[in-house]
């Protein structure tokens, strides 16, 4: 392991003027899309937001009907697509006959298709709906190249469909589009025999492939055509070697290092000799091992093999592959930290070279570097993806939106799973201004004094420039429903996105209240004491321990009720880092020169670093920020409780609005009402003079007054009584 500071990689990095230039490639590579993203940590008022994936939506009046009654702001559809990106010009009856046996639409029958979803676009938008779009998928295809089914059907009648203005038929057949492992075996991301395909199979194209991705683009545009408003894009997974990956990781090299940067970081300037490293895949290095398939029948039950991954046995890494990146990486995993029990130091290195196998094929910074810039050129394709996506729905669509699914971030297990499938917020915030989290557990309480939240999920998007779409699957009440939508208004304006339509009442009190109240929405930033590192780099330089300290960190914080939010690598400079009184930093052992040294003049100017060495109790690393008059409220026994608080200045005019909300809840237990809560929040250094204050619960009539004041250079209050969720606006001026 190499100490803390002798570690130098020259993260995001921007190229010079005229670098492409300068490192005189044969070939002339594009340069990259431009970034759509927002500004960072301003906020916006929330937006309802509906998915559903029902098949009875075309030529249903009834749906329509159903749909005015509480329309949401945003309606997410499935596969009510002209072409589907996994199957081509295809119509599904039902929803368990997803892409196994789908029958091809011959062109006639195609167009009036789209002449329906067109019509069913017109009368959602009619219903109130401010945005529609379907789904598809930038990593999915599904058939049988051998039996020539599926996609492949399509592909082999391709030319009867021009026109609709499909691009030129590609010579290579769709097997050459997928994705590949370090040793040229296609890459399957999920199982290969998934049942959702069965009879067929469900294979992955690179989303780098030029084929693939001028089809999506056709797919996109015949969307757009239609009337949608955008597109949602499932999976954005990435794991892959091929040709076409192995080029854009020159071309994304050259557009972040100068050739001397090059020299110093990977040892060479010629980015020619630079290839995407695989020795520090663990998956890729488990699969080489010869006794790894051995090991993983034993750990299946009987039948398990056949009946889940349609597999007849584990012959070769054809076979093993099959069976999803994503089984195989939780399994490559178990294997490795076997081996760690198993084998004493002194053995680990005579057989490994190294006595911690979690640092395989990271032996010089070098290598550090290449495997850290593999994982974020992944992410960057991705935003590449996403970018040509949305230019192609914008030719006919003004405003075209593309809102991508990350995945879920809510536990470390869940983020370690996705950084090496390409899941980096950094790099995907140039390709969208939305972006979905698909999670596991509604918000609430789920233990004594444990509280499930998607804070993170909101602070991150929020400090990216992105807008968060959650989507939670789980048990719910109706007051869990409304914590949910309560979560969007809160934490900076996203979206809870919504499995169906229950609780209209509900949905439509925040619609109103999004669209009624923008004031208490739109613009505001952060007001925040304690910022917390979450330097995703961290994870990518294969050092673990900044994550195992941030998650547990979030939680004692926000238990103990300190105003905090995300602190990334993009903050660590003086100007961003003096939002904050106090860091409070997990295990940072790869930070680059410029943020130490952000870090060390910020605190010569007053602010204050607590770094977290080693595995220790939150709570005492919390406990720390004790005596400095920044806890948002003196209720500690409360520890369900939750505020977000933001500023908009206007000369010397401050509103501030402050967020509550209520966790203390369960499926089967609704929250009881919170009354006489002392809110106190550190203000920023003045002599204020309130001018009003005000407070209002959601579908409330009007706002009620409310008693405030500063003193001891706090912003002071008894919150009014509240069951879930309630918004106080306080308007000050400074004398």
């Not at 049988?144 to 059907?153: E, H, I, S, T, V």
């Not at 499909?166 to 296609?186: S, Y």
């Not at 081996?339 to 680990?348: D, G």
């Amino acid at each position: 392991m190499m100490k803390r500071r002798q570690f130098f990689c020259c993260t995001g990095v921007g190229a010079t003027a005229g670098f492409a230039q300068s490192c005189k490639k044969k070939q002339t590579l594009p340069p990259s899309l431009p970034q759509v993203a927002l500004a960072p940590r301003l906020t916006a008022a929330p937006v309802t937001y509906v998915i559903d994936y029902a098949t009875t939506h075309l030529g249903n009046p009834e749906y329509i009907r159903k749909l005015a009654e509480a329309p949401p702001e945003f309606l997410h559809v499935g596969h009510d697509a002209p072409f589907l990106s996994a199957a081509g010009p295809c119509s599904l009856a039902n929803d368990r006959d997803l892409f196994g046996s789908l029958p091809l639409l011959d062109p006639a029958a195609a167009a009036a298709r789209a002449q329906t979803i067109t019509k069913f676009v017109a009368d959602v938008h009619a219903a109130r709906v401010a945005k529609t779009f379907p789904y598809i998928c930038n990593q999915t295809i599904g058939g049988d190249p051998d039996k020539r089914l599926g996609f492949w059907a399509f592909y082999d009648r391709w030319n009867q469909y021009k026109d609709f203005g499909i691009p030129p038929k590609p010579a290579a057949d769709p097997v050459k589009w997928m994705q590949r492992d370090p040793f040229g075996n296609i890459h399957f991301d999920y199982r290969k025999g998934h049942a959702r395909f069965a009879p067929q199979f469900r294979w992955m194209p690179c989303p780098n492939n030029e084929h693939w991705r001028r089809y999506l683009e056709f797919v996109v545009e015949q969307i757009a055509k239609c009337g949608y408003d955008g597109v949602f894009v499932d999976n954005n997974i990435l794991h892959c070697y091929c040709e076409y990956c192995q080029r854009n990781f020159q071309r994304y090299l050259m557009g972040r290092y100068q050739p001397e940067q090059m020299d110093r970081t990977f040892g060479t300037g010629s980015v020619e000799e630079l290839k995407l490293y695989y020795g520090a895949d663990k998956t890729a290095w488990a699969k080489t091992r010869p006794d790894f398939a051995a090991w993983l029948l034993k750990r299946l039950k009987p039948g398990e093999l056949e009946k889940e991954f349609r597999l007849s046995g584990l012959k070769n890494v054809t076979d093993i592959n099959a069976m999803g990146y994503g089984f195989l990486q939780g399994r490559a995993r178990e294997y490795i930290e076997e081996l760690q029990r198993k084998l004493p130091p002194a053995e680990l290195k005579r057989r490994f070279g190294t006595e911690d196998l979690q640092q395989l094929g990271l032996a010089t910074p070098q290598l550090r570097a290449l495997w850290f810039e593999t994982q974020r050129f992944w992410a960057w394709s991705i935003a590449e993806n996403l970018l040509h996506l949305t230019r192609a729905g914008l030719k006919h669509k003004p405003g075209f939106l593309v809102l991508p699914n990350w995945g879920a971030m809510a536990t470390i297990r869940h983020l370690e799973g996705r950084r090496t499938a390409a899941k980096v917020v950094a790099e995907w915030k140039r390709g969208t201004n939305w972006m979905m989290f698909e999670e596991d557990g509604m918000p609430g309480r789920t233990g004594p004094g444990v509280y499930h939240d998607y804070q993170l999920e909101y602070k991150l998007a929020l400090a990216n420039g992105v807008r968060p779409a959650v989507l939670p699957y789980g048990d719910k009440s109706p007051a869990i429903s409304e914590l949910a939508f309560a979560e969007s208004a809160a934490y900076g304006g996203g979206a809870y996105v919504q499995a169906g339509y229950d609780v209209p009442e509900i949905r439509r009190r925040y619609r109103e209240l999004g669209t009624r109240h923008k004031e208490l929405f739109d613009g505001l930033e952060p007001v925040v004491h304690v910022g917390l590192g979450f330097l995703f780099n961290q994870s990518l330089l294969e050092n673990p321990a900044h994550m195992q300290q941030f998650y547990p960190l979030k939680l004692a914080l926000s238990n103990s009720h300190y105003l905090w939010d995300t602190v990334t690598e993009e903050d660590l400079t003086v100007e961003k880092l003096s939002r904050y009184r106090v860091v409070v930093m997990p295990d940072e052992r790869y930070l680059p020169p410029e943020a130490e040294t952000a870090l060390r003049d910020w605190a010569g100017r007053g602010g204050t670093i607590l770094r977290v060495a080693g595995i220790v109790p939150p709570e005492s690393a919390v406990a720390r920020l004790a005596g400095r008059n920044i806890e948002w409220t003196t209720r500690r026994d409360l520890t369900g409780l939750r505020a977000a608080v933001y500023k908009k200045q206007q000369g010397k005019k401050t509103r501030f609005v402050i967020h509550l909300l209520n966790y203390e809840m369960t499926p089967q237990q609704d929250p009881v009402p919170v009354s006489g809560l002392p809110v106190s929040i550190a203000a920023p250094p003045g002599n204020w003079k309130i001018e009003s204050a005000r407070s209002l619960i959601p579908g409330a009539e009007q706002m009620t007054p409310v008693d405030a004041r500063f003193e001891e250079g706090c912003l002071r209050f008894v919150a009014p009584e509240f069951r879930i969720y309630q918004i106080v606006e306080v308007a000050a001026a400074e004398q």
